[in-house]
């Protein structure tokens, strides 16, 4: 009996038959919650949220395929024609069963790549890597929450190599949940930072809760951790030291990244002064981010030639320091989110262009809690000395913050505050751009600065118009 027979996913979820599916319908395989994406076999999962109800939709996934329905009530109308699996909690469920089919596909290494920033650059280059040689699949967008996590484990075929997992939080205790479900074989922590302060509290409990990533790595499992972080260290100072390794620029580092090289092309660098690589994305910080990706390559076997040609073939994100361009100017789309750690490197990609004038548009930095005006002002501080903008556009009340410093040292009239971002706002913005521009956009989800890159592409490349959003990716 498999692990996706109708009776063995029923025990797992400990559910009830509402329905038993028809006897010649074959195994399911994969699971989805959304009916608009359902698939020819897989699994509906009827979700419960704020704006969507999913048991309205189990019909449209029996329309679409799918021969088994997990439910919470029967208030709706469900169709006779597949399996319908009655359980408590449907996202209870849903995290069971991706534990369970974690633990049967016995071939699959699961990494899990959890840190204050980087987090969906870095399973990206690790995904590029280790396709060059094995098979696998790694998490769709930023799919690192409760929803997410189990969605990616659940859709990786059983005789694959590989998954790589993005692990998010926003609050205590989201971590550990997670890594119970995937039992990672290899554990990464990008970066420790000041995110989601609202909710963790302090610097120490970021540090806290990303280290709860290493509760659950499996025996003979390995972690990539920062080497130069203090607070994270305190709190994996029992770990085995044997399964640990350091990544940063300081001699103390396992992996040593030096001699980095950024610009507008991408970066380069060595590892411990020995070997170079080069990655096709923006920024300084994405050496750190690409030697991970080498490291975790090394572990499951890749030469560094498979590597370096997998770090090549590597793209960013969509709005994750995402480089448009859009007819005369070119746009740096960091705006699916930032923290203090996030915008600086940001503003340090921007630094790079010398021959073009710069714009940053800046919006606020959310959930930093009480230190949330301090934050703002210390990213202002850093940016009126560095003056890596000619330009600087400030949105929203705590970006505020930034506007004394950054006026002082490049003038009030090259600094534009907005409140909000609304419609005339957001024209207001666009007309300050001229051709010939490199315009970073950089802040937090809510703030919706990729408004300002959609108005721009109106402007100088009509009939061009881009969309996003996605339930199980909203995590930090």
């Keep these: 009996m498999t692990f996706w027979n109708p009776d063995t996913i029923r025990a797992v979820v400990s559910g009830t038959w509402v329905t038993r599916p028809r006897e010649n319908q074959h195994d399911p395989f994969g699971v989805t919650i959304d009916s608009r994406q359902a698939r020819p076999g897989q699994v509906f999962v009827a979700l419960r949220g704020e704006r969507t109800e999913g048991h309205r939709f189990v ?12 439910v919470e009530h029967t208030d709706e109308p469900l169709p006779d024609s597949i399996g319908i699996i009655r359980v408590e909690s449907t996202i209870e469920a849903l995290g069971r069963l991706a534990a369970a089919y974690r633990r049967s596909a016995l071939a699959l290494r699961v990494i899990a790549v959890t840190g204050s920033c980087g987090k969906t650059t870095t399973v990206r280059l690790i995904d590029a890597v280790l396709s060059q040689r094995l098979r696998g699949s790694a998490s769709p967008r930023s799919f690192n929450n409760a929803i997410g996590v189990p969605l990616t484990l659940l859709n990786a075929r059983p005789s694959d190599n590989y998954v790589v997992c993005e692990v998010g939080t926003n609050a205590p205790g989201e971590i550990e949940t997670l890594a119970r479900i995937c039992e990672p074989d290899v554990a990464v922590i990008t970066n420790i930072g000041r995110a989601h302060l609202e909710r963790l509290g ?17 025996g003979g499992g390995l972690a990539f951790v920062p080497a130069e972080c203090g607070a994270l260290h305190r709190h994996i100072r029992l770990f085995d030291r044997e399964r640990l390794v350091t990544i940063g620029v300081g001699p103390e580092a396992d992996l040593r990244v030096t001699g980095v090289v950024a610009s507008p092309a991408g970066v380069r660098f060595s590892l411990n002064d020995r070997v ?22 090394r572990r499951l076997g890749l030469g560094d030639e498979e590597i370096r040609a997998g770090l090549s073939r590597a793209r960013g994100a969509e709005m994750r320091g995402q480089l448009v361009r859009l007819g005369p100017v070119t746009v740096i789309n960091d705006a699916y989110n930032a923290n203090p750690e996030s915008m600086i490197a940001g503003l340090k990609v921007l630094a790079t262009w010398r021959d073009a004038r710069r714009v940053a548009v800046l919006g606020d930095m959310l959930e930093l809690g009480d230190a949330a005006l301090s934050e703002h002002r210390i990213v202002g501080e850093w940016m009126a000395a560095a003056r890596a903008a000619e330009v600087v556009v400030l949105v929203g009340p705590l970006a505020r913050e930034m506007l004394g410093p950054i006026a002082s040292a490049i003038g009030e009239e090259s600094v534009h505050w907005f409140e909000t971002l609304d419609g005339s706002s957001c024209s207001a913005v666009s007309s300050l751009i001229e051709p010939g521009d490199v315009v970073l956009l950089k802040g937090s989800r809510r703030m919706g600065l990729e408004r300002i890159a959609a108005d721009l592409e109106r402007r100088f490349v009509p009939d061009i118009t881009s969309t996003s959003g996605d339930r199980a990716s909203t995590r930090g």
């Design 59 to 70: 019909g449209r996934a029996a329309e679409r395929g799918c021969p088994l329905a997990i």
């Design 202 to 218: 302090s610097v120490d409990g970021v540090a806290r809760e990303k280290a709860s990533l290493l509760a659950h790595l499996r």
């Design 276 to 297: 170079n690589f080069e990655v096709p994305l923006l920024g300084e910080h994405n050496a750190i981010n690409a030697a991970i990706a080498v490291g975790v390559g």
